[in-house]
């Protein structure tokens, strides 16, 4: 295997497209030397539910984002079902965005679907308080995509601009910022139905796009951004010789602008899938997935400290435990929050664990009606360690479904 991967430790350089001054930014990017920022560790509290959006159409993949003045922005797909009044099938879904900014919850249909889908939408917030998002959009009748960036720089979001241009299919992207307000965007390119790679690409704060490729084949990644702009990635590979499902983690060094090598960071004979990362302002980098066997999905963490990864550590038990859909942050308190979904003991609910240092509180579940579906939470997690954990809800009566917030105080 070793051999193999021996292969992919290459770097790529960076092509900008736009004019010389905007690559320069792009390219030139002086490290910073991390220092993590004053931070409170907050004891306690316990999370409120707030409903944002709820109707009879189809709401699914929420993303959510925290502002430095404490409002929540959340984006997530709307799909309305039955067009043709034959199949019932869902119609292609639109963009919405949600925010408390104002004071109060503000609801915006982003990007309507117009005939095709706009899906996978993420969201961002910059150093200087912009709000970025990006969705996957395919054209009518085919099966191209390409990745489409909105921003609001503080008068309401810009029309959309394609910022992949790209044959293959591009579609999930994930993103974050730098502490230098460098946005850094993950996505899948899609060459042909067996062709899969981690596309990777840089938007500086004035707008220009620099993107190339990372050689990889997943389908399944998570990435985390640190603030010297280190872009962390973790991602699943199917192991040839036990068949089982095994996680990879690689970065990208901002000073040279080359990926490491890849190093295989999960054992070849458990499978585990859906990494979902956080990168820490002291360098750790803090990993959260699913390793499973035949009976159980268990949520699961490590932490990189120093380029070490610690041994996998289960968060959850029980002997019909059930996790997926996983996210976590961490802020300059090294408080790490995680959220999950389960479809176990209780039946599809959502639920939270926070800890530090390696050492988890008990996990809390911030849903418990067996008749509604909630799923795929997303989080944010602020300085004083505020948390939001946002996620689609379905029920009863389907499709009607709602986009809900809960918040840790
Ligand atoms: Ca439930």
Sequence with gaps: MKLQMAGL????????????????????????VSACAPATQITGGSFSTEELDAGPDFMSRTAVALAADGSIHVVYNVATTGND???GNWNTPGIWYTTNKSGSWTKTLLVPAEGVSREFPTIAIAPDATV???????VAETNQSD??????????????TNITHSSPIDTQPLMAYDAQGLLHVIYQEIHDSSTYKIGYLQISAAGAVAHAVAQDTTIDYGMAI???GTVHLAYMRGDSTSGNSVLWHRYRDPATGLWSASERITAVSTSSWMPTLAAGCDGSVHLAYVAGDADTDRLTYMKRTAGVWSAPQELTSGTTDRTSFVGIQTNDAGTVQIAFYRNGEVWADV?????????????????????????TPAVALAPDGTAVVAYPALGPELPASAVKVATWK
């Design 351 to 375: 639920l939270a664990i926070r800890g530090k240092d390696g050492v988890f509180d008990a996990e809390v579940a911030l849903t418990t009606d067996p008749d509604i579906e909630e799923s």
């Design 9 to 32: 430790v290459l770097g790529f350089a960076l092509f900008g497209s736009g004019c010389g001054d905007e690559d320069k930014k792009t390219t030139d990017l002086t490290p910073m």
């Design 226 to 228: 640190a603030p010297d």
């Design 132 to 138: 970025a998002v990006i969705y996957s959009s395919n």
């Design 147 to 160: 990745l489409y960036l909105l921003t609001d720089r503080g008068s309401g979001f810009s029309a959309p």
């Design 85 to 87: 009044g034959v199949t």
